[in-house]
């Protein structure tokens, strides 16, 4: 059974830093795409970053680029967000995912494309 369990958010202020992290169990993050979403109130889902399972390619969305770097700890079964220069519109609900089935060969950024997703964790930025 796979389970994705995120931690790390809170209150930052803006241009400040928050770690998000993405511990999973049943199956293992150098073997699937994985991927960071958020979701503010009243607004859709939004990919935010994405992690191949070969060679850690990565991918981000336009708002984060230069700000966030996604990463993983084989060790650790985990992903991670490092987070920085915090603006007061990355406030959101943030959300672990992984993909379906090991070894993909493109990168994933659309919400249907996972098919496992964390709890969210929530992240607030004042300014």
């Known amino acids: 059974q796979v389970q994705l369990v995120e931690s790390g958010g809170g209150l930052a202020q803006a241009g400040g830093s928050l770690r998000l992290s993405c511990a999973a169990s049943?199956?293992?993050?150098?073997?699937?795409?994985m991927g960071w979403f958020r979701q503010a109130p009243g607004e859709e889902r939004a990919f935010v970053a994405a992690i191949t399972w070969n060679a850690g390619v990565t991918r981000y969305s336009d708002s984060v680029k230069g700000r966030f770097t996604i990463s993983r700890d084989n060790a650790k079964n985990t992903v991670y967000l490092q987070m920085n220069s915090l603006k007061p519109e990355d406030t959101a609900v943030y959300y672990c995912a992984a993909d379906r089935t090991d070894y993909r060969g493109s990168l994933l950024s659309s919400v249907g494309a996972f098919d496992y997703w964390g709890q969210g964790t929530q992240v607030t930025v004042s300014s």
């Open positions: 049943g199956l293992f993050v150098n073997r699937r795409v």
